[in-house]
């Protein structure tokens, strides 16, 4: 049985994609979909799920700092409910504050900058989101 766990950044415009394996508790970065449609972000989602086949899906749940819930809350979970019921798979929200800020520090780190992060800030963003998954499973090993 697969033991791969797919995460995702959920945005309006774009939706970062992280793959990992429970057994080893590492996360990577896999993609950035973009698409105007719902309909073309799901059939690339679906894709990607008849890949990996993983085993359940992690979505980030961006809050506040105070914890205080804000419309892309709303939206990401909606889309985590839409993900489950489309694919059939269990999906987990993970507290995402500060993600897309470690993202970019991490990207600064090997010299990518500015402009030249939004390619793959998003997928950055869902591997940190995944890593802290990993992280808080007491079977995770680290």
């Not at 990607?48 to 914890?67: M, T």
């Not at 950055?124 to 995944?130: D, T």
């Amino acid at each position: 049985m697969s033991q791969a766990v797919l995460a995702f950044d959920f945005g309006e415009k774009r939706i970062g994609v992280a793959v990992g394996d429970m057994e080893l508790g590492i996360a990577h970065p896999l993609q950035t979909i973009s698409g105007e449609s719902n309909e073309l972000r799901f059939a690339a989602i679906g894709d990607i799920i008849a890949e990996w086949k993983p085993a359940r899906l992690v979505v980030g749940l961006p809050i506040y700092l105070d914890g205080t819930e804000h419309e892309l809350t709303r939206l990401s979970r909606r889309f985590a409910r839409r993900l489950e019921g489309r694919f059939g798979l269990p999906a987990v929200m993970v507290d995402e504050r500060l993600t897309s800020a470690e993202a970019s520090q991490s990207l600064n780190e090997i010299g990518i900058r500015g402009r030249g992060q939004k390619p793959m800030l998003d997928q950055v963003a869902a591997q940190r989101i995944l890593q802290s998954y990993f992280d808080a499973q007491p079977h995770a090993t680290a």
